[in-house]
């Protein structure tokens, strides 16, 4: 697989209950090239067009109190060590390109749901966040040539370690593992679970006030008999006010 995605992102940060809260949507445009073998037979397929939508509410529990501009800055630079504990949810919406007669799709014609649990621990310029998070997968009634796809929930734990510079300057190292997702294909259970373990390297700096770059290398290795072992190479530019 050659595959190459664009994705927007728009996040918006806000007080609620007193709390500090955000919500955010991501749009992605693929594009991608399937090369393998079909019946033993050289087969290559592509597809273009738009990935589902991701819409995403959060919500710190403890720590990290909601403030603007120059308070924000004042209680970051005088608390030096702090813990924050969050939840969150994560909706994919099946708005993707999808046709039913086809095995490969950008989109995933279902709704999948995914709760969110984090810790985050700062001390000085270290920064050690944890993440845990379920997916739970609505069915598709219009999988391959009329099928009906179930998908078991996918379990996930994520943990980043952050060394911040100076504000906005930053670099990370990442560590993760999934497990879960065995598919059912009309009352047929497949071979398919998954099980990866996975690692990146980021590296974050801002170009202005209002401008910020990030450059950063994930790559994943499946632990199961199929699956999918992946690099990617992600660029990404954000934009602040």
Known sequence: VDLHTWVGKYIRTFSLFDKTARIGAVQGYQKGRWEG???????TVRREGWSDTLVRFAINLYGAPPLKGREYVEYRNAKKVETIIGAGLSVQLPTGDYMDDK???????RFTFRPQAGIVHMRDKWTLEATGIVALFTDNDEFFNGKKLEQDPHYA??????YTFRPGVWTSASAGYD????S???GVKKDDRKQNIAWAVSFGVPFNRHLGGKVAYVGTRTQESTGVDSDSLILALSAFW
Do not use: E
């Open 157 to 162: 734990l994520n943990t980043h370690l952050i």
């Open 103 to 109: 095995l490969i799709n950008l989109g995933t014609n």
């Open 37 to 43: 073998l079909l019946d033993g037979v050289p087969t």
């Open 179 to 182: 497990y879960g997702c065995r």
């Open 184 to 186: 059912t294909v009309d």
